[in-house]
Structure formats: structure tokens, C-alpha cells
């Protein structure tokens, strides 16, 4: 599949987090764990690095990942985080650091998003949104107090206009066609991608490192 192809809001954070690992990665190969990953369309992004997609529940009461220490070079967990419990997500984000060797990506619809994803849900009804609304978008100062007592260093990229994001969510609720859908996708990421990621925006991307 062309990564082109990819459906323009999974497009915008699956390059810009791509982009960060291979900055990280200068000419060495590395393992990532892709949390949440759905259907492994990330690793079309990075085809040089071996990309392991997880899909099961990290919660506390199933004791978290099945997985040793630093068992990765990279764990990523990219718009993830707003679908865990809020009491989940210390315990989550731990996880995926315990198991990362050089570093974690989290990236995630902010909370001063939440008022358009509100607008955008009562006109599309779409569940994804229905289950933001239910856990509430996460507090970038919440989750950076968080990676703080976790230990880490982080940088923050912000990703996604959110006026775009709003405007291409209702344009293609609205088209029932497939293959016009994929047109709209293909051409936004090429012609508009790099105009993007500039606030204020829909989301937040965070590079962690150990301190």
C-alpha cells in the first residue's frame, strides 16, 4: 500500500512520528513496539525497521505487558491514549517505558480539542469520538507531570491544524464513495501535510527519553 493512501488523520501522525524515529535511529535498524496499532499500516513508514503491532489491553488488573525490560528500542503508542481510563494511564504509559530501551512516543488529541470533537461527534456519531467524550481527551500538563514522575525527558511536536482536521472529518463523513474518500486522502497528504502541523492543533506528539 502506498502510505499516501492512509486515511488523512492516521496519515499526519504516523509520518510525523516516523520522521522522529528515523532522526533517532541516524543508520541503525530498530525494533518498535506499536501499540494500539489496529492493522500494522505504521510500519509502511518506516520499512527499514522491524515494527511488532499490539492490539491487547495494558491494564493494571492483567498486570500489563507480558514483555521483559527494555525488550524495545522504541514504544509508541499514537492516539491511544485518550481511549484508556484516566486511572489507567500512569500505569499504561509505565509500561510502555519499562519496556522501551531508547525511547517512547505518545501522541494524542489534546484537551483543548475537545469542543469541535464534540461538534464533529454530534454531526458524524462517530464511536471513535463517542469514546473519547467517554474518557475525556488528556491534559498535556496532566500527561507531562506524568512522564516527570516516570523519569523521562520529552519534547512536544504539535500535529494536526485543527480547523483541517475538523473541516476534513465532516467533508468525509459526508462521502459515501470509497474510492473518492481515498482520492481526498491521497491528495491532502501530498499537497497539505506539510502545512499542518502548526498550532493550534488537534494533537500532540511527545518524544520521551530516560533522564
Known amino acids: 500500500m502506498d502510505p499516501y493512501n492512509i486515511w488523512f488523520d492516521r496519515y499526519q501522525r504516523f509520518k510525523a512520528t516516523a520522521d522522529l524515529i528515523e532522526d533517532l535511529a541516524g543508520p541503525q535498524s530498530l525494533s518498535i513496539l506499536d501499540v494500539g496499532s489496529l492493522d500494522n ?113 520529552f519534547s512536544r511536536y504539535p500535529n494536526a491544524s485543527l480547523a483541517s482536521w475538523m473541516s476534513m472529518m465532516l467533508l468525509m463523513h459526508g462521502v459515501q464513495d470509497e474510492n473518492l474518500k481515498a482520492e481526498i486522502s491521497i491528495f491532502f497528504n501530498r499537497n497539505f501535510y506539510s502545512l499542518e502541523n502548526r498550532e493550534p492543533v488537534y494533537r500532540y506528539i511527545y518524544l520521551c527519553h530516560p533522564a
Open 41 to 153: 499500516a505504521f510500519a509502511l513508514f518506516l520499512p527499514r525497521h522491524r515494527v511488532k503491532p499490539w492490539n491487547d489491553l495494558i491494564l493494571s488488573s492483567a498486570g500489563g505487558l507480558p514483555l521483559p525490560d527494555q525488550a524495545f528500542d522504541v514504544a509508541v503508542a499514537l492516539d491511544v491514549l485518550e481511549h484508556v481510563p484516566p486511572p489507567e494511564r500512569p500505569f499504561f504509559m509505565g509500561e510502555l517505558v519499562r519496556i522501551s530501551r531508547r525511547a517512547c512516543v505518545f501522541a494524542f488529541p489534546i484537551a483543548s480539542a475537545a469542543s469541535v470533537e464534540e461538534f464533529v461527534l454530534r454531526l458524524t456519531g462517530s464511536k471513535w469520538l463517542a469514546e473519547h467524550k467517554e474518557h475525556g481527551l488528556p491534559d498535556p500538563g496532566e500527561i507531562e507531570a506524568i512522564f516527570k514522575k516516570l523519569g523521562l525527558t
